[in-house]
């Protein structure tokens, strides 16, 4: 599925700040949205996510706005964790914490009990699924937002810093789960400001400065272009930095 | 420069009620004269659990049993409390809440713990503007802390702190919603600092730059400790991530010339160990 | 300096000793239309200062409440015997309807009140002028935290809805659906709210807010004559429960 702006313009009201967006398009597989602190980043994101519909211009999945989804069409379609995990969970253990969505979107009774499963394993929480979600780790409590999006598996997914708090093993479970619905067709968004991890696992970039788009493309043309990865207020990959300090070639990027 | 500090926990363990496995076992360390120290593990390590008890915080506003013994230069963290967290500085995993949620300003809000302390307005005037420069913070001062994002609350919640120049510092992942540069400032502030410094962070990056010595946990043990030098050679397992350096040497083959087989953990070392490669 | 308003040039305990003043001469007065008439004065202040999206709110939410108040007295008091209007096969009934209003009457002074409090004192200076009147800050805090719970569940509320809205609630307009959809978005509600708290406690403890050095800082505005303010309005709240109780003994 494909994710399209045109024209984008939106402010919350008695705000200054705008974000505008003239021209994006989401297109199947894994993207990273990167920027500073305060970029617009989660802004663009809820925008993307049909969550703020106040806007001027246009967002159309597959040439259909956005707007006129049906609010269960677009939680069928589109899917997002956001930032803190402790915004959402009411259920007394996580595999009804994960079932419940399913639930919502009327899934068929024995179609859960397997999906719920295979979601649980894929994101380590088997151990973990009859205990109560407040109760697990903040990584834990990360990894099991991250599962209530999958459940469903939704054609888009957008994920706003889902790497913030988890622990080294969880990172690359899901830098690996990104990877893998991204072969399978799915169009991924990732919020993140960590260029080592974006330079290894992410194909595509959509670079936001002060509430623009100041680069959508390819990962490796950005990374390549110093005055714009300055202009992001990002730093380059610390293995781009040091080869650099000693003054050799920096290695390939892989992406 | 020399620290002079004494850190000791004496078989010290901590159960939080209700739950089956306790948070800490049998934790021992002795040590003196260390600086900034590194605190890493996975999740469920301990290492929330071990700020709080160095904060002073547990048992006696977190309910938890406590056992063994912990001292911290000369004080015990739980029995000289309000001795000992007058020259604690302490920034919690959840650095947002921690910020009084009732000043208007953020220039109030870094004032806060220095009218707590009876100074001065002329001195907090300008100590504020002092943390204010130092994190990053100046154009910001006159806006409402509810105002800010993420990462410069966190930078907020860490400056309120440090405004006083606490003599302890024991920060909880301080720098997990902050972007790189201002990860960078914080963790070149760190290095400057003269306090004593307990750090939980996922950046080993920053840490094997900056500390002198790492505490490794794994589910409420310690596992290993030393610098970040020996403790990475030592524990090589990718369960635990390490520095890019590290990773880099190890990939070239750039030893230390020192001991001709561990891979460096932080840029100095990095170029020592590139050279002698270079050389040979 | 910028001109003060009028309700600026009251101290926070005035205001907080008129709503008790208000609320409770709501309640000694049984007479509904000088209930209106306290209603009607109040709203008018409302209105004057500004702010008047979040009154709206908050006075759609009491009118509901009031109308649902009405239909349920209207129906079932026990004191029902005058019949006013008939609708299809429900009977309304005047001593229910009154009842309902009256009680409703009041209710809307004291949220009135109470919003007119919040709407025109900000936390600082509220903290300020009580620490300044020699309570200790912990105390102070103690009753700001229990004042400002509400803006803060707000903003939690607003965070938890999107998340919620994200997961695919708010589809269906039943009011059973609905009422099925509270527990979403009230149970992380509340823990967060709760969670919040105790760090924010925990963080307050930790930077010394209890310390017997912390000076009262100067306040936000001049006020005018406050101690007469207090002094009149005590004798006031005195006075109109004195009045409650001998009604009460009088019954």
Known sequence: MQLKIHNLRFSYPQQQFTVKADHLDLQPGLTAMIGENGAGKSTLFKLLGGLVTTHQGKITVDQQPLKDFLKTERARKIGLAFQDPDDQFFNSSVKKEVEWELRQLKVPAKKQSETVTAVLKETNLSQQAQQNPYDLSLSDRKLLSIATVLAPNPQIALFDEPMIALDWPSQQLVSHIFTKLAKRGHTILVISHNLDWVAQNVPQVIVMGRGKVIFAGKTRDFLHQPTLVKKSNLLLPKVTRLTMALGINPPQYRL | ?280 | MTTLTWFQRFDPVTKLLLILCLGLASFVIPTLTINWLLVFILFLLAISIGKLSSLVKILSFSLFFIATMIIVQGLVNPGNHTLLWRIEILNFYKEGVNYALLLGSRLLTIVLTTFFFIATTSVTENARYLESQGIAFKKVYMFISVCYILPQMMANLHQIKLAQRARGIGQQKSWLYRFKMLFPILVPLVVKTLDQAMTRAIALQLREYDNPQRQPQPLIHHYLLARFNHYLLSILIIMLGGMKVWLLIQK
């Not at chain 2, 939080?16 to 934790?27: I, M, R, T, V």
């Not at chain 2, 900034?36 to 309910?63: E, F, Q, Y």
């Not at chain 2, 509810?146 to 992942?173: E, F, H």
């Not at chain 2, 902050?178 to 939980?200: E, K, Y």
């Open chain 2, 1 to 280: 420069m020399a620290f002079n500090s004494k850190i000791v926990f004496s078989h010290v363990s901590v159960s939080y009620p209700a739950a089956s496995q306790p948070a800490l076992k049998d934790f021992s360390i002795r040590l003196t004269n260390k600086h900034i120290i590194g605190i890493i593990g996975n999740s469920r390590a301990g290492k929330t659990t071990l700020c709080h008890l160095l904060a002073g915080t547990l048992p006696k506003m977190v309910d938890g049993e406590v056992s063994g013994h912990y001292q911290i230069n000369q004080w015990s963290p739980q029995q000289d409390w309000g001795v000992y967290n007058h020259q604690t500085g302490v920034v919690l995993q959840d650095a947002s809440s921690q910020l009084t949620s009732f000043t208007e300003t953020v220039a109030d809000e870094l004032a806060f713990n220095l009218i707590n302390r009876g100074i001065q307005s002329q001195q907090i005037k300008k100590k504020v503007r002092r943390v204010a420069q130092l994190f990053g913070l100046t154009n910001q001062l006159t806006l409402s802390p509810a105002a800010l994002s993420g990462g410069q609350k966190q930078r907020l919640a860490i400056a309120s702190v440090i405004v006083t120049d606490p003599a302890i510092l024991i920060m909880d992942d301080p720098t997990s919603q902050m972007d790189p540069r201002g990860r960078q400032i914080f963790f070149h502030w760190l290095q400057q600092t003269t306090a004593l410094v307990f750090i939980t962070s996922y950046e080993v990056d920053a840490l094997a730059e900056v500390a002198d010595e790492l505490w490794l946990m794994d589910k409420g043990q310690l596992v290993d400790h030393g610098t970040p030098f020996a403790v990475f050679n030592r524990f090589t397992s990718p369960r635990i991530k390490h520095p890019v350096c590290w990773q880099l040497a190890k990939k070239m083959g750039w030893v230390l010339p020192t001991d001709g087989q561990s891979y460096p953990v932080n840029y100095q070392q990095l170029e020592e160990a590139f050279h002698a490669a270079q050389d040979s």
